[in-house]
């Protein structure tokens, strides 16, 4: 009877310890546990800070925190400031109507990396929504360079058609140069045929 309550009592444990042995891993990674602004809050008013606790403390080297805008803009903030599981940063500029995305990273105790994001939306019923990005302009540099090129394109034509015009009627008919060398020719024949025959006689 002894041997049967001692046998069942090292099952007990030794079922108790497989069942705790995965656990391990787990708990040695850091996650987060409370966020200011909250996931998915809606706020009629601008944050001025975002603060973030974890499960474990956290390493002031390692922890990052970042705010980006809707057009995925990083929003102006302080770096980090850590105290034992919390983080927060210092928003810089006042905050537009809009949705804002929170992204962190941090190490656990093991060393694990670990990163998340989230989204919270501005909704200050007082506050003009965030502008959209405009599309870009040419500077004005660059559209006077532009207009002068085209100019220049524009002068350069007139001159090349003169020039061409120029060389066509600067010069004689083909035909008529032709025509003149066989008058020519037939006249120097004829010359030479009427001394030939003054010699004769």
Same mark, same amino acid.
Do not use: C, K
């Given at each position: 009877?002894?041997?049967?309550?001692?046998?069942?009592?090292?099952?007990?444990?030794?079922?108790?310890?497989?069942?705790?042995?995965?656990?391990?891993?787990?708990?040695?990674?850091?996650?987060?546990?409370?966020?200011?602004?909250?996931?998915?809050?809606?706020?009629?008013?601008?944050?001025?800070?975002?603060?973030?606790?974890?499960?474990?403390?956290?390493?002031?080297?390692?922890?990052?925190?970042?705010?980006?805008?809707?057009?995925?803009?990083?929003?102006?903030?302080?770096?980090?400031?850590?105290?034992?599981?919390?983080?927060?940063?210092?928003?810089?500029?006042?905050?537009?109507?809009?949705?804002?995305?929170?992204?962190?990273?941090?190490?656990?105790?093991? =060393?694990? !990396? &670990?990163?998340?994001?989230?989204?919270?939306? $501005? %909704?200050?019923? *007082? #506050?003009?929504?965030?502008? @959209?990005?405009?599309?870009?302009?040419?500077?004005?540099?660059?559209?006077?360079?532009?207009?002068?090129?085209?100019?220049?394109?524009?002068?350069?034509?007139?001159?090349?058609?003169?020039?061409?015009?120029?060389?066509?009627?600067? =010069?004689? !008919? &083909?035909?008529?140069?032709?025509?003149?060398? $066989? %008058?020519?020719? *037939? #006249?120097?024949?004829?010359? @030479?045929?009427?001394?030939?025959?003054?010699?004769?006689?």
């Amino acid at each position: 009877m002894r041997t049967r309550t001692v046998s069942a009592l090292l099952a007990a444990l030794f079922t108790a310890a497989l069942l705790l042995v995965p656990a391990t891993p787990a708990a040695a990674h850091n996650s987060l546990q409370e966020a200011t602004p909250a996931r998915d809050a809606r706020l009629t008013t601008a944050p001025t800070q975002v603060t973030l606790r974890f499960l474990q403390r956290l390493n002031p080297a390692f922890t990052t925190i970042t705010l980006r805008d809707a057009t995925d803009r990083q929003v102006p903030a302080s770096a980090p400031a850590v105290d034992g599981a919390t983080g927060t940063v210092t928003i810089e500029e006042p905050l537009a109507n809009g949705t804002y995305t929170v992204a962190y990273r941090v190490v656990s105790r093991d =060393g694990h !990396p &670990v990163q998340g994001s989230y989204r919270f939306t $501005v %909704a200050d019923p *007082a #506050a003009p929504p965030a502008a @959209a990005p405009s599309p870009a302009t040419p500077s004005p540099a660059a559209s006077a360079d532009v207009s002068a090129g085209a100019a220049a394109g524009a002068d350069a034509s007139p001159a090349s058609a003169d020039a061409s015009t120029g060389a066509d009627d600067g =010069g004689l !008919p &083909v035909g008529i140069l032709v025509g003149g060398a $066989v %008058a020519a020719v *037939a #006249a120097a024949g004829v010359t @030479a045929l009427l001394l030939r025959r003054r010699r004769a006689s």
